[in-house]
């Protein structure tokens, strides 16, 4: 894994081995840069990085500006490692460790943009529910958008405010816009 542009440009991201994680390829992370950099500019928006796992997303965005970036994962050491990095490289991220169904079930903030990146194994019933609490719950911006990373063999198309998908190996990002 490494950083794909910004200040930290080209820097390898080595997680520890023993974190359950399955990180964004570079290939399917650079064409969702490519898309986003046309819509958004990263130093003026907010982030929310939801199965956070190394903070690969988390700290692409950081290098390429982003300076309000939440980063939530419920393992201990995904969020130790996030922290770390964000220290070490002067990156504004907060790391928050708890259960996404529980942050996403409180009452918080809004983000310009929303990225889930679960387990592929979640159930249907599991994905649309993140899709619901992110709406329920307000947590977009008007104009903001919700991104979910899955696999192929899942389809979220039918879930509401649903604008496109897009393939990238063996990964789909699934994009959804604010009810606004």
Same mark, same amino acid.
């Given at each position: ?56 997303? =988390? ?110 190996? =063996?990964?789909?990002? =699934? ?6």
């Amino acid at each position: 894994m490494r950083i794909i542009s910004g200040t930290h440009k080209g820097r390898r991201i080595i997680a520890p081995k023993n974190l359950p994680v399955r990180p964004t390829t570079d290939m399917a992370k650079e064409a969702l840069f490519n898309i986003l950099g046309n819509r958004f500019y990263f130093e003026e928006i907010s982030v929310l990085d939801l199965f956070a796992g190394t903070g690969n997303m =988390s700290f692409e965005f950081a290098s390429r500006g982003c300076t309000a970036i939440t980063s939530v994962d419920s393992h201990p050491g995904c969020v130790k490692f996030i922290a770390a990095k964000a220290g070490e490289w002067n990156f504004k991220i907060r790391a928050i460790k708890m259960d996404v169904f529980k942050f996403l079930g409180s009452v918080g903030e809004s983000y310009d943009l929303v990225f889930v990146d679960p387990p592929y194994d979640l159930s249907l019933e599991q994905f649309c529910d993140i899709h619901r609490l992110v709406y329920e719950h307000n947590f977009l911006k008007p104009d903001g958008m919700l991104i979910i990373e899955h696999s192929k063999r899942m389809d979220l198309s039918h879930l509401a405010h649903h604008a496109s998908v897009r393939k990238y190996g =063996s990964s789909l990002f =699934s994009f959804y816009e604010s009810e606004a």
